[in-house]
């Protein structure tokens, strides 16, 4: 009886040591999102868009991304349920009303892998089109044809110079 104090501590330790060993690097980026950044039309210089809303057009639940804010950048997710996603930007002026919007159409193949035991399995995606509407977009560029789960650019969104 006198080791039953010790062999209870100790399997407590164990336990402990044992479950700190996993990889917390899956949860730091989980998922493969596209990182979007907004640049001014013809050149790399990025510029913030003020007042911009983006919600994920016939997308489950609450869909909006980024409401009324202002942003250079952003993630727009994917689905990995179907092949293509949309996303509606809205621009709006300081008291919040829609001034304008366009949307921006992604189509791709998702590619299961099985990333780790921790992490278990994820999707990258094999982009084939990213289209937009031109009504304050420029242009978009797909920088990188398969997203994976980096912290890089993968989609240039160009709009005009408000001084032009």
């Known amino acids: 009886m006198r080791w039953l104090p010790t062999c209870t501590a100790l399997s407590a330790l164990l336990a402990l040591v044992l479950t700190a060993c996993g990889d917390d690097s899956c949860y730091d980026?989980?998922?493969?999102?596209?990182?979007?950044?907004?640049?001014?039309?013809?050149t790399s210089t990025?510029?913030?868009v003020l007042n911009l809303t983006?919600?994920?057009?016939?997308?489950?639940g609450d869909s909006i991304l980024?409401?009324?804010?202002?942003?250079?950048?952003?993630?727009?997710?994917?689905?990995?349920?179907v092949g293509t996603t949309q996303y509606e930007l809205s621009y709006g002026d300081d008291e919040?009303?829609?001034?304008?919007?366009?949307?921006?159409?992604?189509?791709?193949?998702p590619v299961p892998y099985?990333?780790?035991?921790e992490c278990g399995a994820m999707y990258n995606f094999e982009m084939s089109s990213l289209t937009s509407t031109h009504h304050i977009i420029d242009s978009v560029v797909l920088v990188n044809k398969?997203?994976?789960?980096?912290?890089s650019v993968a989609v240039r969104i160009y709009i005009p110079d408000d001084s032009e």
């Open 114 to 117: 099985f990333a780790s035991h």
């Open 46 to 48: 990025t510029v913030t």
């Open 146 to 151: 398969v997203i994976d789960n980096s912290t």
């Open 96 to 109: 919040g009303e829609t001034l304008l919007a366009d949307t921006i159409t992604f189509s791709y193949r």
């Open 66 to 81: 980024i409401d009324n804010s202002s942003v250079s950048e952003c993630y727009l997710p994917l689905r990995a349920t």
């Open 29 to 42: 980026n989980g998922s493969s999102l596209p990182l979007a950044r907004f640049y001014t039309s013809g």
């Open 54 to 60: 983006v919600r994920g057009i016939d997308a489950p």
